[in-house]
């Protein structure tokens, strides 16, 4: 999941109540230690990093922009729900694990989920 492992929201803005807008990926910043995780997943253990958003595919191709600058190595970004998700698990079976921020979201993915916080991204890969 890419958000709150891999991009963390930057400051809080403060935003009237009457104008909700979509997220920005400017809003959020690179998260470094999950930089590292990926590279080192790519580079020792030959491992392909696919992130997967929870937002619509505009965001995903800014992002996808945004961390290729910050020298990110990810197969692919998809964006989808996570209904959507739960339906590609048992479908792809070159998935190894689905690293999750949220903590009430752990035994949504079965035994493929770990729940990892952001402090602990340079475990991406090692759990």
Known sequence: MAEGLVILPAKKLQRP???????RVRDY???DAA??????????????????????Q????ELAERLEDAGMLLHAIHAMTSEDLLYCIPRWP???CIHD???QRLFTWG?????TPPEDAHLIGRL
Do not use: M, S
């Open 29 to 31: 910043t690179v998260n």
């Open 17 to 23: 109540r009457w104008r909700p807008r979509a997220p």
């Open 111 to 115: 035994g493929k989920g770990r729940h």
């Open 58 to 61: 505009e965001f995903a191709d």
């Open 94 to 96: 070159q998935l190894r």
């Open 35 to 56: 930089v590292v995780a990926t590279q080192n997943l790519f580079y020792c253990a030959d491992v392909n990093v696919d992130l997967i958003v929870f937002q619509p």
């Open 101 to 103: 921020p949220d903590p």
